[in-house]
């Protein structure tokens, strides 16, 4: 059998406002550090409910993302149960297939797998994920030309979802474990994600 999740996305790196990794090119600094974070609205995996559950990843990658030897660290829901954990742990590393299993081959060392309580929060374009005393991520999309709706990439050729992002910029992403990152007005992309396999 199979899953299917949907809901919202959000992710914010060390890279100026608009990341050029995904574009293939060298981050902005001197490497990538960045936070990947789900919500889950619906979904299931093999039978097991997923609706309203959190997962984030965080990553340490070489400037130049496509060289791989990322450093990943894959945190659940401290609220799933331990068939649903093993669930998201599946899909969120890339075992269970689908998109996320194209990604996870340029992962070169595994710093934790953890539950986590993991806080997110979206309303009006403006996403929070707090991790207690780990992640604070503070996001709001940007306003296109038009005043109203975020500019939006719709074919990168690098990403952790294959829909559409909105740009936004992250006031905040401040991580302290396992590696520690601050940074204000940087990059971050939010989307309605869904992944299938």
């Given at each position: 059998?199979?899953?299917r999740?949907?809901?919202?996305?959000?992710?914010?790196?060390?890279?100026?406002?608009?990341?050029?990794?995904?574009?293939?090119?060298?981050?902005?600094?001197?490497?990538?550090?960045?936070?990947?974070?789900?919500?889950?609205?619906?979904?299931?995996?093999?039978?097991?409910?997923?609706?309203?559950?959190?997962?984030?990843?965080?990553?340490?990658?070489?400037?130049?993302?496509?060289?791989?030897?990322?450093?990943?660290?894959?945190?659940?829901?401290?609220?799933?149960?331990?068939?649903?954990?093993?669930?998201?742990?599946?899909?969120?590393?890339?075992q269970?297939?689908?998109?996320?299993?194209t990604?996870?081959?340029?992962?070169?060392?595994?710093?934790?797998?953890?539950?986590?309580?993991?806080?997110?929060?979206?309303?009006?374009?403006?996403?929070?994920?707090?991790?207690g005393?780990?992640?604070?991520?503070?996001?709001?999309e940007?306003?296109?030309?038009?005043?109203?709706?975020?500019?939006?990439?719709?074919?990168?050729?690098?990403?952790?979802?294959?829909?559409?992002?909105?740009?936004?910029?992250?006031?905040?992403?401040?991580?302290?474990?396992?590696?520690?990152?601050?940074?204000?007005?940087?990059?971050?992309?939010?989307?309605?994600?869904?992944?299938?396999?």
């Amino acid at each position: 059998m199979g899953y299917r999740v949907e809901g919202d996305y959000v992710e914010a790196c060390n890279c100026r406002v608009s990341c050029s990794c995904i574009y293939l090119a060298p981050a902005t600094g001197e490497d990538c550090r960045v936070v990947f974070a789900w919500h889950i609205e619906h979904g299931e995996k093999d039978g097991v409910w997923l609706d309203g559950l959190n997962t984030v990843l965080a990553v340490r990658a070489p400037r130049q993302m496509t060289e791989g030897g990322w450093e990943a660290a894959l945190y659940v829901d401290e609220r799933a149960g331990a068939d649903q954990a093993n669930a998201l742990k599946a899909i969120f590393s890339g075992q269970a297939g689908g998109h996320l299993a194209t990604v996870a081959p340029l992962i070169g060392k595994i710093a934790e797998v953890a539950s986590a309580r993991i806080d997110f929060e979206s309303q009006d374009g403006r996403r929070s994920v707090e991790m207690g005393d780990r992640l604070s991520l503070r996001a709001d999309e940007m306003k296109g030309a038009d005043g109203k709706q975020a500019p939006t990439i719709s074919n990168a050729p690098l990403g952790a979802v294959t829909q559409p992002v909105r740009q936004g910029t992250a006031e905040l992403l401040r991580l302290s474990w396992p590696w520690s990152l601050e940074a204000h007005d940087c990059n971050s992309f939010s989307t309605h994600f869904v992944y299938e396999a």
